[in-house]
């Protein structure tokens, strides 16, 4: 009985590696039902009227790009598809060649125009700072765009003067930037906000959902496969379910496992 | 014997992962362009981060430090082109030097100087001159955070916590989570006194409270889990997919 209280991790490291495996090549389907918080900023996106403007904030690097990067290809697809203009920028140094790679896949198969329906701003330190500025002056906060356009003469700004303008702002956050667009960007400037987030962040955000702060919510990649079915766009994030569904049950065995010879070995221990 | 056991599984990890891209090369399965190598650069460094499951190893060792080195090599040349050209360089340093741009921003000067004087912080003469910066973030900081974090994260959260259990209209299970919420905020807000001792209607609160903590601890940690799973799951789709096509 011992024994099975000391087997190597590593072992438990195989058995997770190859069930995430054989779960990925094994096609089946599961039912992914969308969320009170999914469904909200799924409705809220089809409730905008056309060339309306969608700022995202791409607030993650590639450390979280497994769990955001989906979702953000998820969300380009949905308001691409409803003739939004997306204006994209980031907090974070390590996200552009991630936000490129997104806005460049998903605006190319809707034959979309950079500068007239989606327009990347870059990225610019400060945070809270910034934010405020972009809440008094887009132009000054950004003067220029990534590629180092003027934005003052970009088609796509044309009637956006500061975030008040906005009619949709959606955070995909990695760190506290969605706490950051609240306290300084939401609070005074007044905009529509929902956000996804990663899964170990999701948690901490529900207080803002209840108190109407964040309209709705995107935690992790059960999040971003919700948005996937919802949108009929099935890709990474509903594939990735499957493994997902799978090691949960894995662990939950592990958990009940260790559980019931712990107590077996106590017992014979105690005998 | 055992550190050569070690140096003979890296030897082979190696020569079975350069076989592989050969193979996948040759057999046209991963393209011979920037495209493919990059796929293989990738490939290789997952499985080196991966490899410090088995073991700490030289090949972890390179792909750790590689990370820390080409993240903030990125980072600087990103910094300089989106905001140090075009915010100081461009409107402030170049028209010195060329007759066709406009006339310098000279208010450019203050930050840029508060920004150095951060900086010297590691002379020891002039070490006094950092402190007039942190003086400016400091004070500007706490007159800016104050109110909103106030108004945010205190006011706006009472609200709900506030909310009439029943007003008429809403549904049963919305007013049970009312007074869920009112509950929870109560007894765990309780379990923080410490002043008074946890005993007779304090202690069984209290206990309360702390079932509330337990069962948020329980949700935080089965995200955290979730979270880390998809880290993992990603990585296997891009060496299953991108790098040996065996996806879809």
């Known amino acids: 009985m011992e024994r099975f209280l000391r087997i190597d991790r590593r072992i438990i490291f195989a058995i997770i590696a190859g069930a995430v495996i054989i779960s990925l090549i094994l096609q089946f389907e599961l039912p992914i039902p969308g969320s009170k918080p999914v469904l909200a900023v799924y409705k809220k996106i089809e409730s905008i009227p056309e060339n309306s403007h969608v700022m995202i904030a791409f607030d993650y690097d590639p450390s979280s790009k497994e769990e955001l990067q989906p979702m953000a290809v998820a969300f380009l697809h949905h308001c691409f598809s409803r003739n939004l203009k997306v204006i994209a920028m980031t907090h974070y140094p390590g996200a552009p060649g991630l936000v490129e790679q997104a806005l460049n896949a998903v605006a190319g198969q809707y034959g979309k125009e950079y500068g007239e329906d989606y327009a990347f701003l870059g990225y610019k330190p400060g945070g809270a700072s910034l934010i405020i500025n972009m809440g008094e002056n887009l132009y000054t906060a950004f003067p220029k765009d990534f590629y180092g356009n003027d934005t003052i003469a970009l088609p796509i700004l044309q009637g956006i003067g500061s975030l008040r303008d906005i009619d949709y702002l959606f955070d995909l956050a990695a760190g506290t930037t969605i706490e950051t667009w609240i306290v300084y960007g939401k609070e005074k400037y007044r905009f529509e906000f929902g956000a996804g987030c990663t899964a170990v962040m999701g948690p901490d955000m529900y207080p803002f959902l209840q108190s109407n702060q964040l309209n709705g919510l995107l935690a992790g990649l059960k999040g971003a496969a919700e948005y996937e079915a919802l949108i009929n766009k099935k890709a990474f994030a509903v594939s990735g379910m499957r493994s997902q569904s799978v090691i949960h049950a894995i662990i939950i065995l592990f958990v009940l496992f260790g559980n019931i010879i712990y107590f077996m070995s106590r017992r014979t221990r105690h005998a | ?248």
């Open chain 2, 1 to 248: 014997m055992r550190k050569d056991t070690d140096f003979f599984i890296l030897v082979f990890s190696v020569g079975l992962f350069v076989c592989t891209n050969i193979f996948l090369m040759a057999s046209g399965k991963l393209p011979i362009s920037f495209n493919g190598f990059g796929i293989v650069l990738g490939a290789g460094l997952t499985l080196a981060i991966y490899s410090f499951l088995y073991k700490d190893n030289p090949a972890f060792k390179i792909a750790e430090n590689l990370y820390v080195g080409v993240s903030l090599g990125y980072t600087i040349i990103i910094v300089w082109f989106n905001f140090l050209k075009p915010d100081l360089y461009d409107p402030l340093i170049v028209p010195f030097f060329s007759e066709a741009a406009k006339t310098p921003q000279y208010t450019l000067l203050v930050p840029s100087l508060l920004g150095i004087f951060m900086l010297l912080r590691f002379s020891r003469n002039l070490a006094w001159l950092s402190r007039w910066t942190f003086a400016f973030v400091v004070g500007l900081g706490a007159g800016i955070s104050i109110p909103r974090v106030i108004s945010a994260f205190i006011l706006e959260q009472i609200k709900p916590s506030l909310r009439p259990a029943f007003t008429g209209g809403e549904t049963i299970l919305s007013s049970i989570d009312t007074l869920l919420i009112l509950l929870g905020v109560t007894s765990v807000l309780i379990y923080f006194i410490f002043s008074l001792e946890h005993k007779g209607t304090i202690g069984k609160v209290s206990k309360v409270g702390i079932w509330f903590l337990m069962i948020s601890f329980g949700a935080s940690f089965g995200y955290t889990v979730m979270a880390r799973v998809s880290l993992l799951i990603g990585r296997v789709q891009f060496l299953l997919k991108d790098w040996l096509g065996i996806l879809q």
